[in-house]
C-alpha cells in the first residue's frame, strides 16, 4: 500500500520563486531594450504680458469726424389760380353704367381646378347636401345579389358645385359597375358649402353611397 505523502504549500510556491523571478528581470530587459526611447520634458510655467499702447496724439488730430451733410431744401410753390390758357380736359363719357360689382368674388371653378382644393382645411360648418340624386342600380348588379357601399371621397367647392371625387372603396368596379354609378349620381348632387369665418370654403368629405335590394 503506497503511502501519501503530503508536502507543505509554502515549498511548493518557494521553489516558483526563483523562476519567477529570472523571468521578470528577463521579461524587463527585453522590454528596456525593444521599446523607443522616451524624453520627459519638464513642464514650464510661461507667463504672457499684454502692454497697451497709447494712441499718438499726432494721429488723434489727423483723425476727423465726418461732417454732417447738409440736405438741399426745395421751395415748392402752389399757385392757386389756373391761367385762362391752360387747355381744357375734356370728358369723354363712351362707357355706359352698369351695376357689374369689380370686388365682388366669381365662385365658378373650371375643369382644370378640380381637386386642387387641399385635403385639410379648417371650417366651422361642414357643407350640407341640399339637392341629392339617386344612384341607378343596375338589372346585373340586383341579379348577382351585389349589395353594400361605395365610400367617395368628395370635393364640394365654394359655391356647392361637386368638383373631383374619388373611390375610396369599391364594390363593383368597370364600366356600368357600382363604382361608376355613384360618382355619377353624386356629380349631381348640390351643397350648401362649409363654412370658415363666415364665408364659403371648398373642402373635402368622406361618405358612403349605398346600394340595396330593398
Do not use: C
Not at 528596456?32 to 504680458?49: A, D, G
Not at 499684454?50 to 454732417?68: D, G, H, M, N, S
Not at 363712351?94 to 360689382?101: F, H, S, V
Not at 364594390?171 to 369665418?197: H, I, T
Amino acid at each position: 500500500m503506497k503511502q501519501h505523502i503530503y508536502r507543505d504549500w509554502k515549498d511548493v510556491a518557494g521553489s516558483y520563486y526563483d523562476k519567477a523571478m529570472a523571468l521578470a528581470i528577463l521579461l524587463l530587459l527585453f522590454s528596456f531594450i525593444v521599446s523607443p526611447q522616451i524624453e520627459v520634458k519638464p513642464y514650464e510655467h510661461k507667463i504672457l504680458e499684454v502692454t497697451k499702447l497709447e494712441e499718438i496724439p499726432e494721429i488723434r488730430e489727423e483723425i476727423k469726424p465726418p461732417e454732417q451733410q447738409i440736405k438741399p431744401v426745395i421751395d415748392i410753390v402752389i399757385e392757386d389760380d389756373l391761367s385762362e390758357d391752360d387747355e381744357e380736359i375734356d370728358i369723354i363719357d363712351t362707357i355706359e353704367k352698369t351695376d357689374l360689382d369689380v370686388w365682388e368674388e366669381v365662385a365658378v371653378a373650371k375643369s382644370d381646378d378640380f381637386g386642387t382644393t387641399p385635403k385639410f382645411v379648417l371650417y366651422e360648418d361642414p357643407p350640407v347636401p341640399i339637392k341629392q340624386v339617386k344612384p341607378t342600380y343596375s338589372d346585373f348588379a340586383k341579379r348577382m345579389n351585389i349589395t353594400g357601399n361605395v365610400v367617395l371621397e368628395v370635393e364640394v367647392l365654394i359655391d356647392g358645385s361637386v368638383g373631383a371625387i374619388n373611390v375610396l372603396e369599391s364594390l363593383m368596379p368597370g364600366p356600368d359597375g357600382l363604382d361608376e354609378a355613384a360618382v355619377k349620381a353624386v356629380k349631381q348632387w348640390e351643397f350648401k358649402p362649409a363654412q370658415s369665418g363666415g364665408k364659403p370654403v371648398a373642402v373635402w368629405v368622406q361618405f358612403p353611397v349605398g346600394f340595396g335590394l330593398d
